[in-house]
T-cell receptor, first 114, second 114 residues
């Protein structure tokens, strides 16, 4: 069965620390990968996505993610977090050409302390 | 432009009562999704529609759940009778067309069944 795993459920960082959130997927074929973010009191919104090409993708607000096919991973990174990055982060995947039926991970709650 | 609009934002009801959640997708979007978010299971896709037609309802938990999309601008998710285990945040999302992978989420309806 298709699945997406996020192993870090809660992460607490100080401002300016570096961030890496893990995401692993289990799919039989080619996949498209996404990171969504949900800021407190707001709706989920797309942070970045990978379809093909350069495995290092850049998103909004200084976030980036690297697709490593051999590891079935799509980890999210940011060199220096800010207090405003406090949010819940969701990794998602779908088979290429599989419509918009996304499978989401369980999410990682990030808290950035001043 | 208005985003995806959901109502009610919060609903508290007693076990056995009928619950109806409503969603207005972004105008021009032809795919609509209902997700449920819980601490234990994360974000689960319940059902999605393309051009008002239900495509995949395999995520609907059981017969107590039903969803309709009578026209391109309105969808409902109904639970009858409701049970405490249905307590969750229910998200509606829409997408401009199948294939982009980007979903636009509403702010969610938080349901508490006592």
């Amino acid at each position: 069965a298709q699945s997406v795993s996020q192993h870090n459920h809660h992460v607490i960082l100080s401002e300016a620390a570096s961030l890496e959130l893990g995401c692993n997927y289990s799919y039989g074929g080619t996949v498209n990968l996404f990171w969504y973010v949900q800021y407190p009191g707001q709706h989920l919104q797309l942070l970045l996505k990978y379809f093909s090409g350069d495995p290092l993708v850049k998103g909004i607000k200084g976030f980036e993610a690297e697709f490593i096919k051999s590891k079935f991973s799509f980890n999210l990174r940011k060199p220096s977090v800010q207090w405003s990055d406090t949010a819940e982060y969701f990794c998602a995947a779908r088979p290429s050409g599989g419509g918009n039926k996304l499978t989401f991970g369980t999410g990682t709650q990030l808290k950035v302390e001043l | 432009d208005a985003g995806v609009i959901q109502s009610p934002r919060h609903e508290v009801t007693e076990m056995g009562q009928e619950v109806t959640l409503r969603c207005k997708p972004i105008s021009g979007h032809n795919s609509l999704f209902w997700y449920r978010q819980t601490m234990m299971r994360g974000l689960e896709l319940l059902i999605y529609f393309n051009n008002n037609v239900p495509i995949d309802d395999s995520g609907m938990p059981e017969d107590r759940f039903s969803a309709k999309m009578p026209n391109a601008s309105f969808s409902t998710l109904k639970i009858q009778p409701s049970e405490p285990r249905d307590s969750a945040v229910y998200f509606c999302a829409s997408s401009p067309h199948v294939g982009t992978g980007e979903l636009f989420f509403g702010e969610g309806s938080r349901l508490t069944v006592l």
